[in-house]
């Protein structure tokens, strides 16, 4: 497992009874996660002292609950800024455990010895397109949401890289790659991050378990002669480490690589255990 253990203002606490415990900062939150089937007895007086609530719908969805918790607040990674806000479907707009990726394509570009060329899809609010452009790259970061890029820009200011070589795009990924591909434009390195399930800006429709084979297939046509790395994240149960690894292996075999998937996690301070988040699977040569 690749785990996400480098974070000053960050902090799983304490996990129990379907929620997490976490410090964001100067702030705790609980919010729900389906990995924790535990039923551990909830000692950390920072259950009683939260500073925001998600409480799920049995139906679906949920919403939050605060107490004193600001509208928008920053925390760091390194060198980088993230602004935080508390909005819809239990999400502050960070994904902590990502930094593990971060660190591990940032080495390799730092250490590239040469311009390298980033496509970020489902970019979100730029996490990984910061520490990209941190680490000397330019980047190309696609999202369907104007939201999130907008979020994202932000992001960037907030982290001293206003004025980095970053693409804003704001589309569908899928119809993007395609016209990349015809514009005949490569890229020596590609990250997605695709989401279980969602729609692009014109009601298409994604399911992950559909799309991604072939999304990595069209991505694979966008690489330069010389690629440094592909990336491919997903939280949907079902993809596990082994499935990554069969989809991007064989799709960038031409390219005489090396892939290896895992779960990528988070330390759970109070126990000393690691929340899984996820999987992972990194091709590189």
């Known amino acids: 497992m690749w785990i996400a253990d480098q974070w000053k203002d960050y902090q ?12 964001w900062g100067d702030y705790l939150l609980v919010r729900p996660d389906p990995q924790v089937i535990w039923d551990t007895p ?3 007086p920072g259950w009683k002292k939260m500073n925001g609530h998600y409480h799920r719908s049995k139906k679906g969805g949920g919403e939050w609950e605060f107490f004193n918790l600001p509208e928008q607040w920053t925390i760091q990674y390194k060198d980088l800024t993230f602004n935080l806000k508390p909005f819809s479907f239990k999400h502050t707009g960070l994904f902590p455990e990502q930094a593990t990726n971060w660190d591990w394509f940032g080495d390799k570009i730092r250490k590239a010895g040469r311009p390298i060329k980033v496509l970020n ?16 790259a330019s980047v190309t970061h696609v999202d369907a949401s104007k939201g999130m890029v907008t979020w994202a820009k932000e992001n960037a200011v907030s982290s001293g890289l206003k004025d980095a070589p970053i693409r804003w795009i704001v589309d569908d990924c899928v119809k993007f790659v395609e016209r990349e591909i015809r514009r005949g434009n490569h ?4 990250i997605m991050d695709p989401p279980s399930y969602g729609r692009g ?7 992950i378990e559909e799309a991604i084979h072939p999304l990595i297939k069209l991505c694979a046509k966008l690489l330069s ?6 990336l491919v994240n997903s939280y949907t149960t079902g993809l596990a480490p082994a ?14 690589g090396h892939v290896d998937s895992q779960e990528i996690g988070l330390p759970v301070r109070d126990t000393g255990l690691v929340l899984p988040c996820g999987a992972s ?3 590189e040569r």
């Open 187 to 190: 890229y020596d390195a590609i």
């Open 243 to 256: 499935v990554l690894t069969y989809m991007i292996a064989t799709e960038l075999k031409p390219f005489n």
């Open 225 to 230: 002669d010389d690629p440094l790395f592909f």
């Open 42 to 44: 909830k000692k950390n």
């Open 121 to 136: 899809l489902f970019a979100y609010t730029g996490g990984a397109t910061l520490a990209a452009a941190a680490a000397g």
């Open 201 to 207: 800006p014109k009601g298409e429709i994604w399911k």
């Open 281 to 283: 699977g990194r091709w």
């Open 12 to 23: 799983v606490l304490d996990t129990s009874k379907g929620e997490k415990l976490e410090r």
